[in-house]
Nanobody, 125 residues
Framework: QGQLEQSGGGSVQAGGSLRLSCTAS????????MAWFRQAPGKEREFVSG????????YYADSVKDRFTITRDNDKNTVWLQMDSLKPEDTATYYC??????????????????WGQGTQVTVSS
């Protein structure tokens, strides 16, 4: 069915920036709704951001709105999450997710059929 390969992440001080990448090994990348989720220790996985197949409609959780930016390039089979003005509460493992059957902005993890391996983001105060 395909795979998602993530890169980026790391450690940064509060107020800093990081960029996550997710490259999909699928036949028709532009058929997939893409999203980013995150999971902090002891907490459930939560929606961070999603983007439509065409890349024209981004969606954001209220907690990251105006700080994070999601983009995609269908020619490169890649989606990015630019994270600016990072806060310690952004610390989590971040996951890329994809599915060809759902609408963009879907915040429910159970609807996504493909998942990346996870990338740690640590923000220190």
């Amino acid at each position: 069915q395909g795979q998602l390969e993530q890169s980026g992440g790391g450690s940064v001080q509060a107020g800093g920036s990081l960029r996550l990448s997710c490259t999909a090994s699928v036949r028709t990348f532009d058929a997939y709704t893409m999203a980013w989720f995150r999971q902090a220790p002891g907490k459930e996985r939560e929606f961070v951001s999603g983007i439509s197949r065409s890349g024209t409609r981004p969606y954001y959780a209220d907690s990251v709105k105006d700080r994070f930016t999601i983009t995609r390039d269908n020619d490169k089979n890649t989606v990015w999450l630019q994270m600016d003005s990072l806060k310690p509460e952004d610390t989590a493992t971040y996951y890329c997710a994809a599915d060809p059957t759902i609408n963009s902005g879907n915040e429910n993890t159970r609807w996504y059929s493909l998942w990346g391996q996870g990338t740690q983001v640590t923000v220190s105060s």
